[in-house]
């Protein structure tokens, strides 16, 4: 629905630009012990690339993905109806 379209694009700009952000940092950081970003910086190659490393993120570190980038996680969960922080979890239970 529109809403959710609309909710997409302002969260997946932030997003990019949030990456964009802690990338430098990280860069400048190097050799420091500063923590590497959980999205590969190669998602700042593209849009498209972003999508691909959200995606990959989503569903191979759902819940450091959903702790360090809720709003992110939710917009993913909600457009494809599918919660895999939720089933890890209950799965580790």
């Given at each position: 629905?529109?809403?959710?379209?609309?909710?997409?694009a302002?969260?997946?700009?932030?997003?990019?630009?949030?990456?964009?952000?802690?990338?430098?940092r990280?860069?400048?950081?190097?050799?420091?012990?500063?923590?590497?970003?959980?999205?590969?910086?190669?998602?700042?190659?593209s849009?498209?690339?972003?999508?691909?490393?959200?995606?990959?993120?989503f569903?191979?570190?759902?819940?450091?993905?959903?702790?360090e980038?809720?709003?992110?996680?939710?917009?993913?969960?909600d457009?494809?109806?599918?919660?895999?922080?939720?089933?890890?979890?209950?799965?580790?239970?």
């Open positions: 629905d529109a809403t959710l379209r609309e909710r997409w302002r969260v997946f700009q932030a997003e990019f630009a949030r990456l964009e952000k802690d990338n430098e990280f860069e400048k950081a190097r050799g420091k012990n500063k923590q590497e970003p959980l999205l590969d910086p190669y998602a700042l190659t849009t498209a690339e972003f999508f691909a490393v959200a995606m990959e993120t569903y191979e570190w759902p819940v450091d993905f959903e702790a980038h809720p709003e992110l996680y939710g917009v993913i969960r457009f494809f109806g599918q919660d895999p922080a939720d089933r890890w979890k209950k799965a580790e239970q």
